[in-house]
């Protein structure tokens, strides 16, 4: 059980096995360089940490250590692009060097726990180690869980509906806990067979009930709601007639999207950041506008007045009423000068309870579990990405709305416009566009707030998995027998 694929070796013959060791760290690697992005390709996550596992269960623990190391930093690699649009290069390094090192964690933990114990409960390593570092992350850190690998299979609606039991940690447990199996299976052999059955049975589950509760879902029904995003930014060094240009196109898709049947229409977050009169003129257009095309008007913008930079959405309704405003909560590192809001804003609109946040704002649990307990239908979210994660900003704020039951419009300047139900399925999407932009015209889901566990469940789990995890840590300072 558990040979080592390392041994001793002299002379030409061990720098020959160091090459291959590296090439197979490499190997080990490359699925994840597929995975750990921010476009993951779904299936492959499924089975891309299997080589890593493997490779750590046959080795030696100094080689075993290399080889996970190199295989991260190379999986990990994949976000560099990403990155550097937000953060210096020698942060870009640290936070990579950061991130193979929690990877080198996990993979040591599993391997010295399975060592000493070679028994088939050491199967729920790897998956409990994952969510509780995915918990600790989410709670602590001021860009969250971004880019966890349970994200990775928001387009796998079967799979995703586990979010709506136990959130992001029931997710992320189920799709760890596929390759340790296979690992265990692999590397150990036949002993190892009933731990990798009952995970089979359990994955099994997992997509029959999912795709049992999607099976029932209604097909949208509700009124029409309108998306638009331009891409190009209203800045200080904007010419004003290039801003008008914008503001006039805005409008002109704003009209002839209600001229389609739009109840509301949602544009993105921020075009511009303005003066207090600046914005007061903003305002004023779009009061006007919502009154003569009867439609409900939500709009992303920058105000700068002595107190500091806030980051809005407003809502104007039909009747020429002063808007509803929202402050975004959570801010991205571009905008890290901006003042944070802390209230929430609920409103009847079309004949649904809608909330409103603002693009980062969803990329946290207990923000979207706020409006879920709010009795929030659906959300308005405007929003404004960086192209290459265009994908993973609206898959995230997908899976908010299983989590809390509630369907989803997102309008995202560099990035997708997308509108998704409370089952997670993207019901119509396009990228966006610089001048004159994109639209999208699609039914809102006409189905209430579905109940969920997640709210509570998916915290309970994820912490009792950081307990867990630290049980395991004092386990695996145990002796480990020489492989």
Not at 375 to 401: I, K, S
């Amino acid at each position: 059980m558990f040979p080592a694929l390392s041994a001793p070796t002299a002379g030409g013959t061990a720098l020959r096995q160091r090459l291959l060791q590296t090439a197979a760290a490499l190997a080990a690697g490359m699925p994840l360089y597929w995975v750990l992005g921010p476009q993951p390709i779904g299936w492959l996550a499924w089975c891309a940490p299997l080589p890593v596992l493997w490779l750590a269960l046959r080795s030696s623990r100094r080689d075993a250590a290399w080889m996970t190391f190199l295989a991260a930093l190379l999986g990990l690699s994949s976000n560099v692009a990403y990155f550097c649009l937000l953060m210096p290069l020698p942060t870009v390094l640290a936070v990579l060097l950061v991130k193979a090192l929690l990877w080198l964690l996990v993979v040591l933990v599993t391997r010295r726990l399975v060592l000493r114990y070679r028994t088939s409960w050491t199967v729920l390593a790897y998956p409990v180690l994952w969510v509780a570092i995915d918990t600790l992350m989410a709670a602590l850190l001021p860009d969250g869980n971004w880019g966890s690998l349970a994200y990775s299979q928001a387009d796998n609606v079967a799979v995703l509906q586990t979010a709506a039991l136990a959130g992001v940690p029931g997710m992320l447990f189920v799709l760890c806990l596929a390759p340790s199996a296979l690992a265990l299976l692999l590397a150990g052999g036949r002993a190892y067979a009933p731990a990798a059955g009952a995970s089979v049975l359990l994955l099994a589950a997992a997509f029959a009930a999912g795709a049992w509760r999607v099976h029932g879902a209604p097909p949208p029904g509700g009124p029409l709601a309108g998306l638009v995003a331009i891409d190009d930014f209203i800045g200080p060094a904007t010419p004003p007639a290039r801003a008008q240009a914008i503001w006039d196109q805005y409008a002109r898709h704003v009209e002839a999207l209600a001229g389609q049947g739009a109840r509301l229409v949602l544009l993105p977050e921020k075009i511009a950041v303005m003066s207090p009169a600046q914005a007061d003129a903003v305002r004023q257009r779009f009061q006007a506008l919502a009154r003569g095309t009867g439609a409900w008007i939500t709009l992303g913008l920058g105000v700068q007045d002595a107190a500091g930079r806030r980051n809005l959405v407003w809502l104007f309704a039909p009747d020429g009423a002063a808007p509803v405003s929202y402050q975004k909560h959570h801010l991205a590192p571009p905008e890290r000068d901006f003042l944070a809001g802390s209230a929430y804003a609920v409103q009847p609109v079309a004949g649904q309870a809608m909330g409103m946040a603002i693009c980062k704002d969803m990329h946290f649990a207990p923000l979207g579990q706020a409006y879920g307990a709010a009795g929030a239908q659906t959300m308005l979210v405007p929003a404004w990405d960086f192209q290459l994660d265009a994908w993973m900003g609206a898959r995230m704020t997908v899976v908010r709305g299983v989590e809390n039951g509630y369907a989803v419009l997102r309008a995202a300047r560099e990035g997708v416009l997308t509108v998704s139900d409370a089952y997670g399925r993207v019901l119509a999407g396009r990228a966006s566009s610089a001048m004159p932009g994109s639209t999208l015209l699609a039914p809102l889901p006409a189905h209430p707030t579905i109940s969920t566990w997640a709210g509570w469940l998916g915290p309970l789990f994820g912490w009792l998995c950081v307990a867990l995890s630290a049980i395991l840590l004092c386990l695996g300072r145990r002796a480990v027998p020489a492989p």
